[in-house]
């Protein structure tokens, strides 16, 4: 054999031979297929239900808007769209979305799951203590961007509100993810 066909025959060698390690050095790397098929039905889940408690938020806005402007009254009665208080406001708008929250904002305080003030998304109830005697005393909807959905107070009634720096905001108490 030539030197020439020698060369060609050993160079081809080194060259597959470095592939070769070059490919099961990377597989090595891979995430194996079952693993990566599950890590994307687990981000397409957590999506999933980042979308529907989006949607969920979407409906409850949407409805509490409605009543823009609807009278304030303590004590309005459930289910009455006439008037509303704070509690009575939030348990008919997530009624609308299948949610059944209790009565009163000291009870509905204790629904669903804590949030942190600095996690809030559109959709959390913020509970506060506006008479400041170390009870919660009113509840609003947090809709996003600073912006709190409510009622209160004869006069103004259903209304939306900034959020930072309100006396609903200074006197804070917890908030509760229920969607």
Known sequence: MN??????????????????????????????????????????????????????????????????????????????????????????????????????SIKQAKAGKYVSKSNLQPGDLIFSDTNRDGKINHVSVYMGNGKLLHTYKKGIGVTISDFKGSAWDRNYVTARRVL
């Open 3 to 104: 030197n020439s066909k020698k060369n060609r025959i050993i160079k081809m060698m080194l060259g597959i031979s470095l592939s070769l390690s070059i490919a099961i050095t990377g597989s090595m790397f891979v995430m194996p297929k079952g693993a990566q098929a599950a890590k994307a039905d687990q981000s397409s889940s957590a999506n999933e239900v980042t979308a529907f408690s989006s949607s969920k938020a979407s409906t409850v806005i949407s409805a509490g808007k409605k009543y823009l402007g609807v009278p304030y009254n303590f004590g309005a009665p459930s289910g009455s769209t006439k008037s509303f208080d704070c509690s009575s406001f939030t348990q008919y708008i997530y009624k609308k979305v299948g949610v059944n929250l209790p009565r009163t």
